[in-house]
């Protein structure tokens, strides 16, 4: 009997759901496993919890296909299948996916949002348009959107992270190894330490840049605009020079002993140096 519950509940999950039904399906996961989600559209919640074990509910889109829940080896794949992208009925596919804690992560959404919180396994996460949004996640973590603003408050050792017409907004509570930050339209903020060694990039066009560091500071910082652009340090003394004939501004200086190399650049915009 014992063995015959895990087969039903893998069988149950794999059966595909109809469009526009309620989805409620589990399966056993490995608790360092992978979790794949591809949604086209609507919204999408990723909370990681102590069970072995994946969780979906919610509903599934009006337009899709098919939506299906399977395992294979110690990948999952959550998949709501929209051929036709002429979209006359509903909202999308609203669905809430529980995971093992340390299992990674891996979204692709088209024209959803996303919100990941509790997850301690590496995430990535890419919306063609769509908010990105993150709480307590303690892996390294990847983020695009190519329409949509970014906003992660982590504890991760590294930090990739992209928007295009949208904000970047990065809190981190660990010491930061390696950051790459940019933005197209859109402002970037950074709040973390750095490692002794961290290299953190960031660049932003149309939009400011602010670094806001934790902790004591020891970094070889880089900093340029384009014209008309201004540098704000609040580290130290050091003050920019500035372009006869353009206005552009750079700064190269170091903070402490050193070690972390910060490169920053913006077009069009501030770049700001400040401390807690």
Do not use: C
């Not at 003394?237 to 650049?265: F, H, I, Q, W």
Request: net charge negative; hydrophobic share 40%; aromatic share 2%.
């Amino acid at each position: 009997m014992n063995r015959l519950i895990p087969t039903l509940m893998a069988l149950a999950a794999a059966w595909p759901a109809a469009a526009g039904e309620t989805v409620n399906q589990q399966v056993e996961a490995a608790a360092d496993g992978e979790v794949v989600i591809e949604i086209v559209r609507g919204m999408v919640s990723v909370e990681g919890w102590d069970q072995n074990s994946v969780s979906v509910v919610g509903t599934r889109d009006d337009e899709s296909d098919e939506f299906s829940v399977e395992r294979e080896g110690n990948v999952i794949t959550i998949e709501d299948d929209v051929h036709s992208m002429r979209f006359s009925r509903g909202k999308g596919t609203d669905i809430a996916v529980k995971v093992p804690r340390r299992n990674s992560v891996k979204l692709s959404v088209i024209s959803a949002d996303i919100e990941l919180r509790d997850l301690s396994g590496d995430v990535r996460a890419e919306s063609v348009s769509g908010n990105i949004g993150a709480t307590n996640a303690g892996g390294d973590a990847r983020m695009e959107s190519v329409s949509g603003n970014i906003k992660v408050f982590t504890a991760a050792r590294r930090v990739d992270a992209e928007s295009v017409s949208g904000d970047i907004e990065i809190d981190n509570s660990a010491a930061l190894s390696r950051a790459d930050l940019s933005t197209v339209s859109g402002n970037l903020t950074l709040r973390s330490a750095l490692d002794p060694e961290a290299d953190v990039e960031l660049e932003s066009v149309s939009g400011d840049v602010t670094l806001n560091f934790r902790g004591e500071v020891n970094a070889r910082i880089s900093a340029e605009t384009g014209p008309g652009g201004e540098i704000e340090n609040g580290l130290s003394a050091a003050k920019p020079d500035e372009e006869r004939y353009t206005g552009a501004e750079s700064l190269e200086m170091k903070v402490g002993n050193g070690g972390a190399d910060v490169d920053a650049s913006v077009i069009s915009g501030t770049i700001r140096f400040t401390k807690e």
